[in-house]
């Protein structure tokens, strides 16, 4: 499994288990040389969700996500659209 699957599929595990609504999100990636975005997209009521107190859940997430791909001599990032 390459990294950028391990990465998609860690986002659309957790993701879904922070809104009431995930049957409505969208996730797509836009992959360039190595720069990954992953763009996301929810419920206008579930992005408070996705963002947390102070912003503290986005900025775990997108953490987690630069790291991994920095493991791999990636970037990446998560884009609430």
């Not at 879904?16 to 360039?32: A, R």
């Not at 992005?47 to 996500?65: D, E, F, P, S, Y």
Request: aromatic share 4%; no cysteine.
């Amino acid at each position: 499994m390459d990294s950028l699957q391990a990465m998609q599929e860690f986002l659309e595990h957790v993701l879904p288990l922070l809104i009431d609504y995930p049957e409505d999100m969208v996730l797509t990636k836009q992959t360039s040389g190595k720069r990954t975005t992953f763009h996301l997209k929810v419920r206008q009521t579930d992005v408070g969700k996705v963002i947390g107190k102070h912003g503290q859940t986005i900025v775990a997430i997108r953490n987690l996500l630069a790291a991994s791909a920095a493991r791999h001599g990636e970037k990446a990032q998560l884009e609430i659209v």
